[in-house]
């Protein structure tokens, strides 16, 4: 892969089912805010080298690659989409992509217009991507069918939008969301589609899920504990028939076309008990109830991350780099402090200190995964790596999460 980072967001419903992805690129020398939905208060008009470089990547890679079977969102300056119309053509299907046409700085009436159009006789839905002004909501509003405007920058207009657009047949995208109070918001506001980093976060209260965290707590303890015995661990998994069933199904999927796993000793040996750990850590997670799927989705893609990434730089193992980016999730799922999660968990040290302080080199790790999550590209250079290497990783860590989500599913 050529030196470029490529990432997704998902756009999320008010049930926080996944609704599609936007993706964006980068490349180094662009230096540049994240994208619009990693919560930058800026949506510079993306130039037509930047424009060039998505196509290029997208073309590569392929955008199932990205988003699966998933809608993807893509952000382009009219000027761009209206000159690589046929391309988007032949890069998916209409229902599969939705163009966002920038808004800032403002474009050229007709040139908008004419993007829309040009674009809606290929058969796509079209959106915008910025605050539209009175004018352009009045141009556009039964022309197009998505609105995706910054929480930062939008919020005192939240409610006139939402209106506005059910009079019409756009939906309302509010990016940029940090927080839960902020996603609550706008609920109450009829947005529609939410995006932001504030799913990886705990949400407030949940007073309910305590008796499932002390149950999961006690479980992981055992698991986490570096002075857990062979023979416990194997009893300990053992006993719950199911969770073996479940534990023999993922590792002989993800081991496809190597030694066939029969047995928990028999995982233990060949697998260690580490990696054991972190495959029973993953299940319980999976378990744990009201929970939205992307969040399972992220731990999973932290992890697979984590661990290529810890085996470039090669200076940890591969085990405790996948343990820390499943583990970085546990606050969001569980909705309490990690800090509090830290401390009832018998960790390594080395974990503790990543997971709440970045420090030790499973914290740098797990800070360049979660950089490149965010498209806080500025962050990447102290990794050492090449853009091409991680970008490879991101990728290969997201076909990775659909195939043991598929597993799960079975």
């Known amino acids: 892969m050529r030196d470029v980072f490529l990432r997704r967001q998902p756009i999320l419903t008010r049930r926080l089912d996944v609704w599609g992805y936007q993706v964006s690129a980068s490349h180094p020398s662009f230096v540049q805010p994240p994208p619009a939905l990693s919560g930058s208060a800026t949506h510079p008009d993306p130039s037509e080298a930047e424009a060039r470089l998505l196509f290029d990547a997208l073309a590569e890679v392929g955008l199932p690659a990205l988003v699966g079977d998933s809608i993807a969102l893509i952000e382009l300056s009219p000027a761009a989409a209206l000159a690589a119309q046929d391309f988007l053509a032949g890069l998916a299907t209409p229902d599969r992509l939705i163009p966002l046409l920038t808004l800032e700085p403002p474009p050229d009436r007709q040139l908008l217009l004419d993007a829309i159009a040009a674009l809606r006789s290929h058969g796509f839905r079209v959106g915008t991507a910025g605050v539209p002004s009175d004018e352009v909501l009045q141009a556009v509003t039964r022309t197009i069918d998505l609105v995706a405007v910054e929480y930062s920058r939008a919020n005192t207009r939240l409610d006139t939008l939402a209106s506005h657009l059910r009079a019409g047949r756009a939906l309302l995208l509010v990016t940029g969301i940090e927080d839960y109070q902020a996603f609550d918001r706008c609920r109450e506001q009829r947005v529609t589609l939410f995006a932001g980093t504030f799913l990886a976060l705990p949400r407030p209260v949940r007073a309910l899920r305590a008796p499932t965290s002390r149950a999961l707590l ?65 299940l319980l997670m999976a378990d744990i109830p009201d929970k939205p799927q992307e969040l399972l989705t992220l731990a999973i893609v932290r992890a697979r991350m984590a661990e290529l990434v810890a085996a470039a730089r090669g200076r940890t193992s591969r085990e405790s780099a996948f343990l820390v980016g499943l583990l970085s999730v546990l606050d969001a799922l569980l909705d309490q402090p990690m800090s509090d999660l830290v401390a009832a968990l018998p960790l390594a040290d080395e974990l503790a200190a990543a997971l709440l302080h970045r420090e030790g080199e499973l914290g740098l790790v797990l800070d360049i995964v979660l950089a490149y999550e965010r498209g806080d590209w500025l962050r990447l250079p102290a990794s050492g790596l090449r853009p091409s290497l991680l970008s490879s990783a991101y990728v290969d860590a997201l076909a990775f999460a659909r195939e043991i989500e598929s597993a799960l599913a079975a």
């Open 218 to 282: 006690l479980l992981l303890a055992r698991l986490q504990d570096p002075e857990v015995e062979f023979s416990e661990l194997e009893a300990l998994i053992s006993l719950d028939v199911g969770l073996t069933y479940r534990l023999l199904r993922l590792v002989n999927t993800v081991w496809l076309g190597r030694r066939r796993i029969e047995s928990v000793r028999q995982a233990l040996l060949v697998l260690g008990t580490r990696l054991v750990s972190a495959w029973v850590t993953l």
